[in-house]
């Protein structure tokens, strides 16, 4: 055990009698750093714990680790100790997309006692693919009075919740349509390769067929979507595919030569007896112009575009560190971003 950790804190002050909000970190990539980073300016918030199974970081201070200098305690490899040592109120979890592995991290975090969010895309919307995995995850939230949130920019913002609300100033709603569009060339290198930025058009295919490219969300994005409108769907279909550079294309130190796959689009379409009602569009791709739009088919129609898009590293950690705050005040249970009121940034 590291015995750098603060054992057992009860409570932190913020020297003018306001208890701040203890927080811990499981996940120390680039998001997870880049969430501690931005909680440790708050003035409202305390860092108690970091975790990583990576054993380069086990022991580290973690401030050192995610760049901001030493404040006091190391990483840990194992959750439960990082739990009984820091005692935190919200357990920030930055590690998989995928609900099953997020999952006993989740759980174990709630029977501590402590509130969840999670950057997990499934868990913006698991009640859907994955509704026995939500069934238990809410069954412990409310059993240990506590609340789990799943968030982030796409899904969780941008194609999802941003529709809805902008779907409250209509009626009489036909069809909504969204298209986000990223630039890879300004974003970090393993969603490059997680979009197959680099390969061959046949690697890419036998990737993408043993499910190791991808964007993860775009299903959740269109649930949350429906859920939020009252549509009822009866199918969900998702198809995506390369996008293939026709000049050699240059992204800071990475060249990807004509030919080769500059990235990914996807299409994720909801209907409604076999009626289209929601087509969302996500392309990501080595020299595609940032933008994000939204198009509502209503009375009256609306029609939003966010001129560079939403930079989604960035707002992933604002969406996070936000929603600490949220899950302190919300009720308990797993819910959803539809659930809860837009958030003021924090301070």
């Known amino acids: 055990m590291d015995d750098n950790l603060p054992e057992g804190r009860d409570s932190a ?4 009698g306001v208890a701040k909000t203890k927080v811990a970190i499981v996940g120390l990539g680039n998001i997870g750093c880049a969430v501690a980073v931005a909680a440790a300016a708050g003035s409202d918030i305390d860092l108690v714990a970091g975790v990583d199974i990576d054993p380069g970081m086990t022991g580290r201070d973690l401030g050192e680790t995610c760049g901001i200098g030493r404040i006091g305690f190391g990483v840990r490899s194992d959750l439960s100790e990082a739990l009984v040592a820091g005692n935190p109120d919200v357990v920030i979890i930055a590690t ?3 609900l099953a592995s997020v999952a006993p991290v ?3 975090a709630l029977e501590h ?3 969840v969010v999670s950057s997990c895309e499934e868990l913006v919307w698991p009640w859907e693919a994955s509704p026995a995995i939500a069934d238990e995850i809410d069954t412990a939230a409310r059993r240990n009075d506590s609340s789990v949130l799943g968030v ?3 899904p969780g913002f941008v194609q999802d919740l941003l529709v809805v609300v902008a779907a409250g100033a209509t009626r009489n709603i036909k069809k909504v349509r969204g298209s986000r569009m990223v630039d890879l060339a300004e974003r970090r290198k393993p ?3 997680k979009m197959g930025v680099g390969l061959t058009p046949s690697e890419f295919e036998d990737r993408r067929i043993a499910g190791k490219l991808g964007h993860v969300g775009i299903e959740q994005s269109i649930q949350v979507i429906a859920a939020g409108l009252g549509i009822e769907l009866d199918e969900v279909d998702v198809e995506d595919g390369p996008l293939v550079a026709e000049d050699d294309l240059r992204a800071g130190a990475t060249l990807v ?3 080769l796959v500059r990235g990914m689009w996807t299409r994720a379409v909801g209907r409604e007896a076999g009626r289209e009602r929601v087509c969302l569009d996500l392309e990501m ?3 595609t112009a940032s933008e994000d739009r939204i198009e509502i088919d209503a009375e009256p129609p609306i029609a939003m575009v966010l001129e560079g898009g939403v930079q989604g590293d960035e707002a992933t950690v604002a969406r996070m560190v936000n929603a600490i705050g949220q899950v302190l005040d919300a009720p308990a249970g797993l819910l959803s971003v539809i659930d809860l009121p837009p958030v003021p940034p924090t301070k």
Do not use: C, K, W
């Open 96 to 98: 998989g997309s995928r």
């Open 285 to 287: 791709g080595i020299g």
């Open 113 to 115: 006692g402590a509130h």
């Open 13 to 16: 002050s913020t020297g003018v």
């Open 152 to 154: 982030g920019v796409n």
């Open 191 to 193: 969603l490059q390769a």
């Open 257 to 259: 030569g004509a030919g």
């Open 106 to 108: 989740v759980l174990e």
